[in-house]
């Protein structure tokens, strides 16, 4: 299936935003997530959410500095 990753088209064989950001090694648990236009907080549960085609998908990991 093909989806909208990060603005960039992308072929992939996942089947949920989870698997997909696994396979992208991003780490979904410091990562906020926006899927189709709704936002998760990093730590949600993502593995009820089911990719679709065409869907868009972004992720942004929020770092701190000091």
């Given at each position: ?65 000091g």
């Amino acid at each position: 299936m093909q989806i909208v990753w990060q603005g960039e088209k992308t072929e992939t064989k996942a089947a949920t935003v989870a698997a997909f950001l696994e396979e992208k090694g991003v780490p979904a648990a410091q990562s906020v997530v926006e899927w189709n236009g709704e936002t998760y907080a990093p730590g949600d549960d993502l593995s009820g959410l089911a990719l679709s085609e065409g869907g868009r998908l972004d992720a942004f990991r929020i770092v701190a500095g000091g």
